[in-house]
């Protein structure tokens, strides 16, 4: 075979294994339909509020649900992370929810293994 022509296979075969991988990276949906990010929920299982326009950073544990207000919209949310990533607002919040940046940052529950 040619020496050529291998390299060059190689180096495709490595061009689209990167692209796939960063395509799977960058999704926020699980290959079931399920955001990665974790699930809307009933405003009755919040267990904190948070008003959008007095906050840009938000510290919360991973299975908790906060209801976030922007003026007289809200939502909630419960937050199962995958990885426990940050999570952008913009995200999860329904369309013209708010255009205001908030980064969730999501840690590990006391209940979750290490």
Not at 17 to 22: I, K, N, R
Not at 87 to 104: E, N, R
Request: charged share 15%; with cysteine.
């Amino acid at each position: 075979m040619n020496r050529s022509f291998t390299h060059a296979a190689l180096a495709l075969g490595l061009a689209l294994s990167a692209t796939v991988a960063s395509a799977a990276m960058n999704t926020s949906t699980l290959a079931n339909g399920k955001s990665v990010y974790g699930a809307a929920a009933s405003a009755s299982q919040t267990a904190r509020v948070v008003d959008v326009s007095a906050a840009s950073t938000l510290n919360i544990d991973c299975g908790e649900t906060v209801t976030f207000r922007s003026g007289d919209k809200s939502f909630s949310w419960k937050f199962d992370v995958v990885g426990h990533r940050v999570v952008d607002l913009q995200a999860i919040a329904p369309a013209g929810f708010s255009s205001k940046p908030l980064k969730v940052y999501v840690a590990r529950s006391d209940g979750e293994r290490n």
